[in-house]
């Protein structure tokens, strides 16, 4: 599957915009996007295991609400950052 990463977390994966990454559910997925690069997990998900208040990951399209949702191969991940500022 695809994981599309939003420019601030692009440091991580050197640049790239969107990743392969394998898994049956999203914690898996993160677990090997980590893997692969180094500390991109710590700024999605919290130290409980539940993703971060500014960030949102969406599957298909659709929200995804907690790290147990199953995905597929043939699925298209986006992770977006929140903006912040005034």
Do not use: K
Not at 51 to 74: K, S, T
């Amino acid at each position: 599957m695809n994981v599309s990463i939003p420019p601030p977390l692009r440091s991580y994966t050197a640049g790239q915009g969107e990743v392969p990454a394998d898994g049956t559910s999203l914690e898996e997925v993160l677990v090997t996007l980590d893997r692969r690069y180094p500390g991109i997990r710590f700024r999605i998900i919290t130290e409980q295991d539940r993703i971060r208040p500014h960030i949102r990951i969406f599957v298909n399209g659709e929200q995804a609400q907690h790290l147990a949702a199953p995905v597929r191969p043939d699925d298209h991940i986006h992770i977006v950052c929140a903006l912040s500022g005034g």
